[in-house]
């Protein structure tokens, strides 16, 4: 294989530079692409073990025999990103391999309510990684609130040693595109397994707490039919006594009177059904929210609201009111419509 590359500064001791070559199928081999020198040349060895095609995964530098030192160089080449190497070689044969340029000096991460961010990590290479808190999280997926999250790339160029994990998971945002999976399977990743949101929101919507909502909401939707119930019940029971206002609309009280009595009096009770019902509803979130547990299998690492979401009360609220609005009106009307039948001649 061979390597172009320019070399800004190779250092004051001999070095030597090495690439990582990812085999299909196969372990890792570390070629010897020979010793240093300053400005742009060809590196190059034979290889043995990529009949069936080797990836390019790094590169690195290797102090000769004896000769330990710091060294600092940049290499920017056709076949490998722009990268630098600064620090300390390591004892031989170990290497020293090639960040990315611009890879800041401590690896931002979001931390958890109530976990101190450390000011090291394991890496994706393995080895320990400078971090620096720049969020706090309620908690992250997956591991509650026991981690820490950082930005995939970065953390790839964080890394000194070649990433060699065994297993690890990405998590994607929701604007990546569907074609990020092959692209990660292109890069040289072996996806064993994906999951989605929508996967996980169906499985928890099968879960004992979803089933449990449900019935709650069947139980709202019987409490509303009892409701208009008993307004279509106190209309019928109005019907039927209400001699006193056709009395009162033969001795002259004028047809709009009589249903502003109706339409107010049927109105007032709705009104005063859904205050009343907001209240309920809030004296069983103050005493019982603290104790329910919020997932079947106990998980409790999520924080609990401390209020519902408005949008789940205002609406039901809505479609509740609604019906009982709808009922009333059509209460009133029907005893309305029943006097004046009675007051004609």
Request: net charge neutral; proline share 6%; hydrophobic share 50%.
């Amino acid at each position: 294989m061979t390597v172009e590359v320019t070399v800004a500064d190779a250092g004051a001791v001999p070095v030597r530079l090495v690439a990582l070559l990812l085999p299909a199928g196969a372990a890792p081999l570390v070629v010897d692409l020979g010793p240093l020198t300053a400005g742009r040349h060809a590196y190059g060895a034979p290889v043995f073990g990529c009949a069936g095609g080797c990836r390019l995964a790094a590169l690195g530098a290797r102090a000769t025999a004896g000769g330990a030192s710091r060294v600092d160089l940049t290499v920017d080449g056709d076949s490998v990103a722009p990268a630098r190497l600064t620090g300390a070689l390591p004892v031989p044969p170990d290497v020293l391999w090639l960040g990315r340029a611009g890879t800041p000096e401590r690896l931002a991460v979001a931390g958890t309510h109530g976990e101190a961010v450390p000011d090291a990590v394991d890496g994706v290479d393995g080895g320990g990684v400078p971090v620096a808190a720049a969020a706090t999280l309620d908690a992250l997926p997956r591991v509650g609130r026991g981690g820490l999250v950082a930005d995939l790339e970065y953390a790839v160029w964080s890394a000194r040693r070649p990433n060699l994990l065994a297993q690890g998971e990405v998590w994607l945002a929701a604007g990546a595109p569907p074609s990020t999976v092959d692209k990660l399977a292109a890069a040289g990743l072996a996806v064993r397994d994906t999951t989605s949101r929508d996967e996980l929101l169906t499985t928890l919507d099968r879960d004992a707490g979803a089933l449990s909502r449900r019935f709650h909401l069947v139980a709202a939707l019987f409490a509303v039919v009892l409701a208009a119930g008993a307004l279509g019940l106190t209309a019928a029971v109005d019907a039927a006594n209400a001699g006193d206002l056709v009395v009162l609309r033969r001795q002259g009280l004028r047809r709009w009177a009589v249903g502003r009595a109706l339409y107010g009096g049927y109105g007032a009770r709705v009104l005063l059904a859904g205050l009343l019902g907001l209240v309920a509803g809030g004296a069983a979130w103050a005493v019982t929210s603290a104790y329910l547990p919020l997932f079947a299998d106990g998980y409790t690492d999520l924080p609990r609201p401390r209020l519902p979401d408005a949008a789940a009360v205002a609406g039901p609220l809505a479609i509740g009111l609604g019906v009982l609005v709808a009922t009333a009106i059509g209460s009133a009307a029907w005893v309305h419509s029943g006097v004046e039948r009675r007051v004609s001649p």
